[in-house]
């Protein structure tokens, strides 16, 4: 069973930046991709970004390309998510993920087999 426990968070001005990050545990070795997601409130849990545990490739959704970086220490059994830049629709709880699924499977369906608890971002305007 793998654990997921994110840190970081917090609040931060537009324009400002904040890093997360997620520990994985109880099973690293049958996780292929790691990714991060965020619901803001009332709405639909939406994708920000996936790394290959393995390997290090990485993925982005259109609305945080360029802004936000995904990067891993396997050592470490950690996932980061370095956000820049921050907007104010930035704004949800951010979710950690793992999945089971190479990258390039991940990608396209985005089939999450464990889920970290949520770590809340807030950015004023």
């Known amino acids: 069973q793998v654990q997921l426990v994110e840190s970081g968070g917090g609040l931060a001005q537009t324009g400002g930046s904040l890093s997360l990050s997620c520990t994985v545990s109880g099973g690293s070795s049958s996780t292929l991709a790691m990714s991060w997601f965020r619901q803001a409130r009332e709405n639909e849990r939406e994708y920000v970004a996936a790394?290959?545990?393995?390997?290090?490739?990485?993925h982005y959704a259109d609305s945080v390309k360029g802004r936000f970086t995904i990067s891993k220490d396997n050592a470490q059994n950690t996932v980061y998510l370095q956000m820049n830049n921050l907007k104010p629709e930035d704004t949800a709880v951010y979710f950690c993920a793992a999945s089971t699924k190479r990258l390039f499977e991940f990608v396209p369906n985005k089939e999450v087999d464990y889920w970290g608890q949520g770590t809340q971002v807030t950015v004023s305007s």
């Open positions: 790394i290959s545990w393995p390997g290090g490739g990485t």
